[in-house]
């Protein structure tokens, strides 16, 4: 069974620049997390989808990040336009079952942004 | 107070060692309770989830006390491949999966 895919593995853009990110979830996984770690600190929850619909999106830093789900497939996070700040990995996960609390959230790879 | 606090290591150990790792957690209403871990310039991996009774598997063991907001892991005769970063991971909404991560704790494990 495939895991969870994100694209691309890396980007470098320039500040003031746009860029998409991409997060395929695990076949048939309802639940689409997106979490970001930046340097020195822990990894941080942005929003959580359930389905195409947003659950929770009280870890977006501002509006200059939009996370879309279309179809309750796979996700896009824009980040526009882009900060200094906004350098980091970000990471996405998926799961089955929101109803258990033990229920696991598996990661892809991440997304290295580096923003110049 | 940061949400989940742990060791910042590193701890460098020799292979057969035994390693424990402490973590604490600021809400007293968090729902659930793990360890994951990453390798450098990997994703987090599940290792463990963190049971109130306890739980084993192979090696490693953890441990919650849900008075003192306290999680700990236990690797014993560590090994060369247990390298890496280990993660208190903490369920703090009821209903949702929000995880809420400590910064992590790295484990080098040497001949």
């Known amino acids: 069974e495939a895991g969870v895919t994100q694209f691309p593995s890396h980007s470098v853009i320039e500040k003031g620049q746009t860029v998409t990110l991409r997060c395929d979830p695990i076949?048939?996984?309802?639940?689409l997390y997106w979490y970001r770690r930046v340097m020195g600190k822990e990894i941080k929850f942005l929003l959580h989808?359930?389905?195409?619909?947003?659950?929770?999106e009280s870890g977006m830093p501002n509006n200059r990040f939009l996370a879309e789900r279309t179809g309750g497939t796979y996700s896009t996070l824009k980040v526009q336009p882009a900060e200094l700040e906004d350098s980091g990995v970000y990471f996405c996960?998926?799961?089955?079952?929101?109803?258990?609390?033990?229920?696991?959230?598996?990661f892809g790879p991440g997304t290295r942004l580096t923003v110049l | 107070r940061k949400e989940v606090e742990q060791d910042p290591g590193p701890f460098n150990v020799p292979e057969g060692a035994t390693v424990a790792f402490n973590c604490t957690y600021s809400?007293?209403?968090?729902?659930?309770f793990f360890w994951y871990r990453q390798d450098c310039r990997k994703e987090p991996k599940l290792l463990m989830s963190?049971?109130?009774s306890g739980n084993e598997d192979g090696r490693f063991t953890a441990q919650l006390n849900r008075a003192s907001q306290y999680i700990s892991l236990l690797i014993r005769d560590s090994k060369l491949s247990d390298s890496a970063t280990y993660l208190c991971?903490?369920?703090?909404?009821?209903?949702?999966?929000?995880?809420?991560f400590g910064k992590g704790t790295m484990l080098l494990v040497s001949p």
């Open positions: 809400n007293s209403a968090s729902q659930s």
């Open positions: 963190v049971y109130s």
């Open positions: 991971v903490v369920n703090m909404n009821s209903g949702y999966s929000t995880l809420t």
């Open positions: 076949s048939g996984h309802d639940n």
């Open positions: 996960a998926s799961s089955q079952d929101e109803a258990d609390s033990y229920n696991e959230q598996f």
């Open positions: 989808f359930v389905k195409e619909s947003k659950q929770d």
